[in-house]
Structure formats: structure tokens, C-alpha cells
T-cell receptor, first 115, second 111 residues
Framework: NAGVTQTPKFQVLKTGQSMTLQCAQD?????MSWYRQDPGMGLRLIHY???????DQGEVPNGYNVSRSTTEDFPLRLLSAAPSQTSVYFC??????????????FGPGTRLTVT | AQSVTQPDIHITVSEGASLELRCNYS??????LFWYVQSPGQGLQLLLK??????LVQGIKGFEAEFKRSQSSFNLRKPSVHWSDAAEYFC?????????FGTGTSLTVIP
């Protein structure tokens, strides 16, 4: 199993550009999520999904869109990038929803810089 | 609202010494609690978790944590630190489908 994979590893965008961060997992996990990690802020939940076709907002959803058309994939879209979105983005998945007893499996991260 | 506090931003210990990383949480019900470790440039790896039962939980890499409801704490411990334990450590609390992370504690291990 590859686990949770993220592409790209690094990305530089100009203000106003759009892009999609890709996330895929091959563990048939129901739950998937996106976090951003900023210095001194820890990880903050952006969006999450409890299954194909179901998404919901986390703590910091503004400026980001998600969709979940398959169990495996959970892309994160930045429609108009802003410097405040410079961060490291992590995708994570978990086998179950509603009872987070198993913790999450994290991808390696995408480092995004918006100039 | 749920929140997690890790009061120590950075800790330095000597190799072979014991370690305790502090974590306090604010949560309205029985919490699901986790500790993760992040090596430089890597994603997070689950060290251990607590959701019920024995308040002392064992994890990977020789780590353990104790849940103390009266103190709203879930401190991480290791009896003897190895140089390879140098990393960032995050405490987290889970709420149904949302997880809240602390700001992390950076651990430096000196020979």
C-alpha cells in the first residue's frame, strides 16, 4: 500500500492563480481531511469528508474548496490564491467516521508559497 | 469549544534522560486524545491514542501517555530518550469528525 499520497510536494503560485492539491489514499478509508500547518499555529482543519459525495467545513475553510467523487481521492482547490495561504498542507485519512478512535494517517505534505 | 494547549514550545534533553511533554485539553465530553510525531519534512505519525479504559496507554517507539481527567491532561513520557526522538510532537483531541491539534513541542536531543 502507498498509504496517503500528495502531489505536488512543492508549489509556487502568484496571487490570484488557482490550483488543485491532490490527495489519494489506497486504504479504502471513509474519512479524509485537509489541514494547513503554519509556524506556531499547529495544524488546523480546512475541510473533511466522511465518504464519497459528503464534505464539510473545518476550522479554516475560507478560500478553499473540496469535493469527494471517489473514496480514494480528495482534492483541495484554491480558486484565487492569496499570500495568506502560504503554508504546508497535509492530507489525512482514517478508516472510520464518527468515532475517531483509530487516529489518522497523514500524507507527506505539500509546501505552497504564494507570492 | 475544543482546544489543546502544549505549554512548552521547545524542550532540550540529553540522550538517555527521561522526557515528559505536556498537553492540556478543553473538551465538553469524554475526549479522544492522540499524540503524533513529525520528523523534519515529513507528515505526522501516530504515536498513541486514548479513548477509554486504562488511563495509561502505551504507544510505539517506547512512548506512553497518561490521561488525567481531573487535570484535563494527557502528558507524553519516555523513560530514556534516543537521539532519533528529536522531532516535533503534537497532541490532538478528536471530536466525532473533527480533530484539534496543539501548536506542538519541538524536542532537541543532545549527546
Amino acid at each position: 500500500n502507498a498509504g496517503v499520497t500528495q502531489t505536488p510536494k512543492f508549489q509556487v503560485l502568484k496571487t490570484g492563480q488557482s490550483m488543485t492539491l491532490q490527495c489519494a489514499q489506497d486504504m479504502n478509508h471513509e474519512y479524509m481531511s485537509w489541514y494547513r500547518q503554519d509556524p506556531g499555529m499547529g495544524l488546523r482543519l480546512i475541510h473533511y469528508s466522511v465518504g464519497a459525495g459528503i464534505t464539510d467545513q473545518g476550522e479554516v475553510p475560507n478560500g478553499y474548496n473540496v469535493s469527494r467523487s471517489t473514496t480514494e481521492d480528495f482534492p483541495l482547490r484554491l480558486l484565487s490564491a492569496a499570500p495568506s495561504q502560504t503554508s504546508v498542507y497535509f492530507c489525512a485519512s482514517s478508516p472510520v467516521t464518527g468515532t475517531p478512535t483509530l487516529g489518522q494517517y497523514f500524507g507527506p505534505g505539500t509546501r505552497l508559497t504564494v507570492t | 469549544a475544543q482546544s489543546v494547549t502544549q505549554p512548552d514550545i521547545h524542550i532540550t534533553v540529553s540522550e538517555g534522560a527521561s522526557l515528559e511533554l505536556r498537553c492540556n485539553y478543553s473538551y465538553g465530553a469524554t475526549p479522544y486524545l492522540f499524540w503524533y510525531v513529525q520528523s523534519p519534512g515529513q507528515g505526522l505519525q501516530l504515536l498513541l491514542k486514548y479513548f477509554s479504559g486504562d488511563t495509561l496507554v502505551q504507544g510505539i517507539k517506547g512512548f506512553e501517555a497518561e490521561f488525567k481527567r481531573s487535570q484535563s491532561s494527557f502528558n507524553l513520557r519516555k523513560p530514556s530518550v534516543h537521539w532519533s526522538d528529536a522531532a516535533e510532537y503534537f497532541c490532538a483531541v478528536g471530536d466525532s469528525n473533527q480533530f484539534y491539534f496543539g501548536t506542538g513541542t519541538s524536542l532537541t536531543v543532545i549527546p
